[in-house]
Nanobody, 116 residues
Framework: QVQLVESGGGLVQPGGSLTLSCAASGFAFSSRAMNWYRQAPGKEREWVAQIFSAGGITNYDASVKGRFTIARDNAKNTVLLHMNSLKPEDTAVYYC?????????WGQGTQVTVSS
């Protein structure tokens, strides 16, 4: 079955950096676009970044463009989110996402807290 397992979250000071990782299994990872979403307390889940299967095309929400970088390693079935210049408003639970057919698959999420 499809499994997505996020890791790498934690507490970081404003201006700091963090890298999130998502280990994927149970599907043809290399042929699927992958996404990162986040959900802050009291807010809707929002899309953050996307990377297409070959890894050459990426898209970002305007709020993170220039600060976050999404990458993938198809040999390791892993997608990464490198986050720089973190702000308190980046505080959220971050989720890895794969869309397969009409179904969205999610990991359990990893908490990122940006605070001094």
């Amino acid at each position: 079955q499809v499994q997505l397992v996020e890791s790498g979250g934690g507490l970081v000071q404003p201006g700091g950096s963090l890298t999130l990782s998502c280990a994927a299994s149970g599907f043809a990872f290399s042929s699927r676009a992958m996404n990162w979403y986040r959900q802050a307390p009291g807010k809707e889940r929002e899309w953050v970044a996307q990377i297409f299967s070959a890894g050459g095309i990426t898209n970002y929400d305007a709020s993170v463009k220039g600060r976050f970088t999404i990458a993938r390693d198809n040999a390791k079935n892993t997608v990464l989110l490198h986050m720089n210049s973190l702000k308190p408003e980046d505080t959220a639970v971050y989720y890895c996402n794969a869309k397969i057919g009409y179904t969205d698959y999610w990991g359990q999420g990893t908490q990122v807290t940006v605070s001094s």
